[in-house]
């Protein structure tokens, strides 16, 4: 699964490792991932969402009900 969130869309970064030398060799700074689940009132369900930590704090401050149509909107199957 790639490192993406459902919520904000946050993807890896690239950049470069420098070393004590200063030789640079790519590397990539990715999103802090996490798999949560919340329960979805309006459908009786759970929901599983992948979501970055600005994402699930996102979700405590708007719902879980509109973080789940933002989710829809964006495209992504929940």
């Not at 030398?21 to 999103?31: M, V």
């Not at 996102?58 to 933002?70: L, N, Q, S």
Request: aromatic letters at 6%; proline letters at 5%; glycine letters at 8%.
């Amino acid at each position: 699964m790639s490192a993406h969130c459902m919520l904000t869309g946050a993807r890896p970064g690239f950049g470069n490792r420098i070393s004590h030398s200063h030789r640079r060799t790519p590397r990539r700074f990715d999103p802090n991932i996490q798999s949560k689940r919340y329960w979805l009132p309006s459908e009786g369900r759970y929901v599983r969402l992948r979501l970055s930590a600005k994402g699930i704090r996102t979700v405590d401050a708007i719902g879980v009900e509109a973080a789940v149509a933002r989710v829809r909107a964006r495209g992504a199957r929940v």
